[in-house]
């Protein structure tokens, strides 16, 4: 070996010997190579598994733009002799040497030197092309082992950050962010996502995302789509290209699927994506995608990767939900134990409302809650507490039964989650403020108090466990409330009886004689039922005489005699019971009574007059508004009458 070639093979193994493998490595053998032995080209050309191909993957001399990156078939090709046999070739037409280049002992392609017709190419030189050759072998066996080292340590890094992190907290949401930023530090990629099983596993939504805008981070992957079935099913991840071809050809364990379908329903614009299933023991959580704009951007040793990271991941979310269940249960039964003890001790309505809508923000992390209860005199529904925002800003919001999506959960009993109220047709007829909703009703035995409200100022999907506790809420608050509401219903009808008897006892103590008593007893009976007419009659032989009457317009008083089958005063009479009829009714009753045909009261109400179980006369009351007369004024105009006196004063006229 002559000086100069000893002195460029040692500067070409000083360069092998380096802690990296030059990217020009080839290029500055190939130099050597033709300035050796007189080739006007020289190429390294490697052949794949099958040898059907020859990809000249370094190029030197002449003819380089011409050659480098060219794949030519491997049957005929120069090379296909001297990579078949494993020895030196030679040939004379192009004057031309190839000698094998091996990587790891296994012959892999060649090393070609070509000459020109006025410098042919001698084969004295076989020799120095075995030399290069053998050179060219080490840089390619040298580079193949840096490259599976830089992968190998590529993947313990990836390991040890995903290891340490995921397992670094409890707290579900901040595995999830910590899964994606090892995964986006490691993985070339545009987007990146976690998508898990909603409650019903029917479908997949993004729980945490890299690279989405607002619209993309809604979309949700059926569980059903074959597509994403089959990723679930096998648990092996797979690499996935939009033109429906596969990155890893001998990807094992892959089964044939419609590739173009999943990256491009996945995220838009991917060109390729790689889809991990994510599992905790033999239970399947979600999927961990990432994708890229670029084609055939991810290798099998990426794919692998990535199924060691989602399934180290899927036993990270398993604990941390089974931390968080944990927690939350221990706290969901504090804060109802401690709801359940102050709604039990408390009789004022309000109080406790307000207990319960700020238990029902604290349980469910909503931004806004109210409880809405229902106003029979008015059949609407109203705010009595309200947490999150001012009452009076919800104070408007008075649907009837039916109405809106409060209403809808009252006439129905039944409790509702809304993730879209703009786009549910139910809050046309009464407008929840908010993006999403959800409603449970508050009831007890038989009866519907109303209903308790929660609602989000962004989108959200409340699941069926965030239902059952809200309505654990309700459940817990409807005796309470019930208990409370009668309480203040009594309350209220006994001061309000001790005021109109106040009254009565005044008026009685008043009157200059009995003559005048069942006057003033008509005029107090409209302000004791609010009602708009009163008359009094007195049973005299077999009629009823008008004894009093207040409210009629001029022109338009009473009978002054009615026969005891009257339709409405007589039925009283005879019967000795109360009549109460809605307004329909009453103008059917009341159409063929002279006195009454040209009014249109909606409510008619008549009280008999007893003394001694002795029926002396009637009282009867009538209403204009669109209010029906309760059982609760029916006793109460009874009550009223009786401790008056009436029958006594009446009967004392005979």
């Not at 000698?99 to 070509?114: F, K, Q, S």
């Not at 979309?219 to 890893?248: K, W």
């Not at 001790?345 to 109210?370: F, K, M, N, W, Y």
């Not at 008015?378 to 008075?398: C, H, I, N, W, Y």
Request: with cysteine; hydrophobic share 45%; proline share 5%.
């Amino acid at each position: 070996m002559n000086a100069d070639l000893h002195e460029a093979v040692a500067r070409i193994a000083e360069a092998l010997a380096a802690p990296s493998i030059q990217e020009g490595m080839f290029g500055i053998l190939l130099s050597e190579a033709c300035r050796f032995t007189g080739a006007s080209t020289s190429a390294i050309g490697i052949c794949d598994a099958e040898r059907e191909f020859l990809d000249f993957v370094a190029v030197e001399g002449t003819n380089q733009a011409e050659l480098l990156g060219m794949r030519i078939p491997f049957r005929g090709s120069l090379a296909a002799d001297c990579i078949t046999t494993g020895r030196t070739t030679y040939s004379k037409e192009p004057p031309a040497l190839c000698a094998p280049v091996r990587c790891d002992g296994v012959i892999t392609g060649a090393l070609i030197a070509v000459g020109t017709a006025s410098a042919p190419m001698r084969e004295e030189n076989a020799g120095v092309v075995e030399l290069f050759a053998g050179l060219a072998s080490a840089a390619l066996t040298l580079r193949k082992r840096h490259a599976h080292a830089q992968q190998v340590e590529r993947e313990l890094t990836v390991l040890y950050e995903a290891a340490r992190s995921v397992t670094g907290s409890l707290n579900v949401q901040d595995v999830l962010e910590t899964i994606l930023d090892t995964v986006c530090a490691h993985f070339t990629h545009h987007c990146a996502a976690v998508f898990l099983f909603n409650d019903e596993r029917t479908h997949l939504f993004i729980a945490a995302q890299r690279g989405l805008n607002e619209d993309d981070t809604e979309v949700q992957l059926s569980a059903c789509d074959p597509q994403i079935a089959a990723a679930l099913e096998e648990g092996n991840a797979r690499v996935v290209e939009a033109d429906g071809s596969q990155t890893t050809p001998d990807f094992s364990g892959e089964t044939d699927l419609e590739h173009a379908t999943v990256p491009t329903v996945i995220f838009p614009r991917a060109r390729s994506a790689i889809v991990a299933p994510i599992r905790s023991r033999n239970d399947n959580l979600g999927l961990l995608v990432i994708s890229s704009r670029q084609p055939h951007a991810y290798t099998l040793g990426d794919a692998k990767l990535l199924e060691v990271v989602a399934a180290q991941s899927g036993i990270a979310i398993a604990n941390a939900w089974l931390f968080d269940d944990a927690t939350r249960r221990a706290e969901e039964a504090t804060v109802l134990y401690n709801l359940s003890q102050k709604v039990n001790a408390d009789l004022v309505p309000d109080r406790i409302c307000t207990v319960v809508a700020g238990t029902a923000l604290e349980l469910l992390g909503v931004d806004q809650s109210a409880v809405m209860l229902h106003n029979a005199r008015e059949d609407r529904l109203e705010a009595r507490a309200v947490q999150g925002m001012p009452l009076t800003d919800f104070s408007e919001l008075r649907p009837h039964p039916g109405e809106g999506i409060p209403g809808w959960t009252y006439e129905w009993v039944t409790p509702t989650a809304v993730a879209d109220v703009a786009a549910d047709p139910r809050n046309a007829s009464a407008p929840l403020n908010a993006a999403s909703a959800i409603c449970v009703p508050v009831s007890v035995g038989d009866g519907d108090l109303g209903v308790l409200v929660g609602l989000s100022q962004r989108r959200r999907l409340f699941t069926v466990g965030e239902m059952e506790l809200l309505y654990t809420v309700g459940n817990l608050a409807a005796t309470a409330l019930s208990n409370a509401l009668r309480f203040e219903d009594a309350r209220a009808k006994s001061a309000e009886r001790r005021r109109y008897l106040i009254r009565i006892a005044r008026a009685i103590g008043a009157a200059p004689n009995s003559w005048d008593l069942p006057q003033l007893l008509a005029d107090l009976a409209i302000a004791v039922v609010r009602a708009d007419r009163c008359a009094i009659y007195k049973l005299s032989d077999d009629a009823l005489t008008l004894r009093a009457y207040s409210g009629f317009r001029p022109g338009q008083r009473p009978a002054e005699n009615l026969p005891l089958d009257d339709p409405l005063a007589g039925l009283v009479v005879r019967k000795g019971r109360p009549v109460a009829l809605p307004g329909s009714d009453a103008e059917i009753r009341a159409a063929g009574m002279a006195a009454y045909r040209r009014e249109r009261f909606s409510a008619y109400l008549a009280i008999p007059v007893t003394i001694h179980r002795r029926r002396v006369g009637v009282v009867e009351v009538f209403r204009a508004g669109e209010r029906p007369f309760l059982p609760d004024e029916v006793r109460l105009l009874s009550h009223f009458v009786r401790h008056a006196g009436l029958g006594e004063r009446l009967l004392g006229g005979l």
